[in-house]
């Protein structure tokens, strides 16, 4: 059976970048220059295994990675390398990273995504319509 090589035309989005960089950061991608000059980047999936970045300037333009091989511009590496040089960083966490805060009402725990604030202002307002009886608490989880 035939296989087909098709190159991507998958676009350098910001996105992209971050998600990448993200990715080489979780799977402890390592970028290194060789005594040649030439970059390499280790593998995110095989431990034994190096990419060799094609690099000009501070550009990173090819990689010998599956995803640059398919004409990708963005991969892991190359955004492991661009990290490593100073010119791509992580965006900062949202202000308000999204911790579930638990309102628990009569024993029965409920998720919520809002903040300890938000949570604390549902129990007054539970308390103040539920009956007596109700046990209403607030808990970071
Ligand atoms: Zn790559």
Redesign the pocket.
């Known amino acids: 059976m035939a296989t087909t090589m098709q190159r991507t035309n998958r676009a350098a989005t910001p996105a992209r970048w971050q998600a990448a960089l993200t990715r080489a950061m979780e799977a402890g991608v390592q970028v290194r220059q060789l005594t040649s000059g030439a970059w390499i980047?280790t593998s995110a999936t095989d431990p034994t295994a190096a990419?060799e970045?094609g690099v000009t300037g501070d550009v990173a333009h090819d990689?010998?990675?599956?995803?640059?091989a398919f004409g990708?511009p963005v991969?892991?590496?190359?955004a492991a390398y661009y990290h490593l040089v100073g010119l791509l960083d992580r965006d900062p966490e949202p202000p308000n990273p999204a911790a579930p805060v638990l309102v628990i009402i009569d024993g029965a725990r409920y998720a919520t995504r809002s903040t300890r604030e938000e949570a604390d202002a549902v129990a007054a307002s539970i308390r103040r319509w539920a009956s007596t009886s109700t046990h209403v608490a607030v808990l970071a989880a």
């Open positions: 980047a990419y970045l990689c010998t990675c599956k995803a640059g990708d991969c892991c590496h190359r």
